[in-house]
């Protein structure tokens, strides 16, 4: 029973997440969390809170401990990716945005984060092409999506 309402509170808590109501997206991820605190998307959705909110160690510290759950969370390496690069963590970042992107090679945000990174770095011929994988994943995905409006 527990499990299933921490669900139905993550989904809530999403809800207001898209409306930018972070407060009470946080608080309903919270109430999830303390129902399961091994949920490793109610700490995933809580990272994105904090990184929305510039609250970049407590990101890092959630997806830290979804990933201890999952290691191949492509999502929350990708999250964390984030979180590291606000914290100035360049060479960290870039291997978990390397990790995301070997889960999931079509995560946008990991190779552009990737790119970004390896520019801090003073890697620019590696940073193209990162930022090169991000546009073509782009502009593939905008794609697909105008594909499936014409077809409805």
Known sequence: MAL???????????????????????GYYNRALSLDPRCAE???????????????????????KALALNQNYSDAWSKKALAL????????????????A???GNDVNAWYIKGVCLDEVGRSDEAQEAYGRSLELEI???IQAESKKVRK
């Open 42 to 64: 109610g700490l995933f959705l809580r990272a994105s809170i904090y990184i929305d909110t510039g609250k970049y160690k407590e990101a890092l510290e959630d997806c830290d």
């Open 85 to 100: 690069y606000h914290l100035e963590r360049y060479d960290d970042a870039i291997v978990a945005s390397t990790r995301a």
């Open 4 to 26: 299933k309402e921490a669900i139905e509170l993550l989904k809530k808590g999403h809800a207001y997440a898209k409306r930018t109501k972070y407060k009470e997206a946080l």
């Open 140 to 142: 593939i995905l905008d």
């Open 102 to 104: 070997s889960l999931n």
